[in-house]
T-cell receptor, first 115, second 112 residues
Framework: NAGVTQTPKFQVLKTGQSMTLQCAQD?????MSWYRQDPGMGLRLIHY???????DQGEVPNGYNVSRSTTEDFPLRLLSAAPSQTSVYFC??????????????FGEGSRLTVL | KQEVTQIPAALSVPEGENLVLNCSFT??????LQWFRQDPGKGLTSLLL?????REQTSGRLNASLDKSSGRSTLYIAASQPGDSATYLC???????????FGTGTRLQVTL
């Protein structure tokens, strides 16, 4: 029972480099989202998707791109990494309406450092 | 803008002690509130969900309460154990695009 799988778990980038954080879920969930967690702050929503082909911005979308070509995968792309994007990134998935029923499942996180 | 505060940021208690974690929010227009547990290097695990119409929810040694009018929720942990050591986060559903607004968390350490 894999649940939500994030790769890589750790990554170090130089300023200006690009990379993609991968997120995959095997629960056939319609809703997927990306959060970032910074010290002293709560998790903040970056982007989310309610189904294949549908994405929308969250609270802090600048500098990030997403796409949803399949139900299972929701990659997060950093186009030109900046030190301000140093953070721990979490992917979460749920059935539609999962936030109303508490059915939100998180991956183990990807720790990104931008030098 | 909804702001969610959790005080204290860190707490250390001896095993067996009963404890209360606090979550305060500025806007009472919420649909539900959820408590999560986060272990180091791991993702978040849902503990309890309280709908806005409810006053409390219980699961084992955990009891969560909600007072919308005062903008507060508490998580009560009875007879704490070292295995309860983790960071506890509260999160509010305000009905906006399936988005949760998270608190900053309380890091709990239960010592032997």
């Amino acid at each position: 029972n894999a649940g939500v799988t994030q790769t890589p778990k750790f990554q170090v980038l130089k300023t200006g480099q690009s990379m993609t954080l991968q997120c995959a879920q095997d629960m056939n969930h319609e809703y997927m989202s990306w959060y970032r967690q910074d010290p002293g702050m709560g998790l903040r929503l970056i982007h989310y998707s309610v189904g294949a082909g549908i994405t929308d911005q969250g609270e802090v979308p600048n500098g990030y791109n997403v796409s949803r070509s399949t139900t299972e995968d929701f990659p997060l792309r950093l186009l030109s990494a900046a030190p301000s994007q140093t953070s721990v990134y979490f992917c979460a998935s749920s059935p539609l309406g999962g936030v109303w029923t508490g059915e939100l499942f998180f991956g183990e996180g990807s720790r990104l450092t931008v030098l | 803008k909804q702001e969610v505060t959790q005080i204290p940021a860190a707490l250390s208690v001896p095993e067996g002690e009963n404890l209360v974690l606090n979550c305060s929010f500025t806007d009472s227009a919420i649909y539900n509130l959820q408590w999560f547990r986060q272990d180091p290097g791991k993702g978040l695990t849902s503990l309890l969900l309280i709908q806005s119409s409810q006053r409390e929810q219980t699961s084992g040694r955990l009891n969560a309460s909600l007072d919308k009018s005062s903008g507060r929720s508490t998580l009560y942990i009875a007879a704490s154990q070292p295995g309860d050591s983790a960071t506890y986060l509260c999160a509010l559903n305000t009905g906006t695009a399936s988005k949760l607004t998270f608190g900053t968390g309380t890091r709990l350490q239960v010592t032997l």
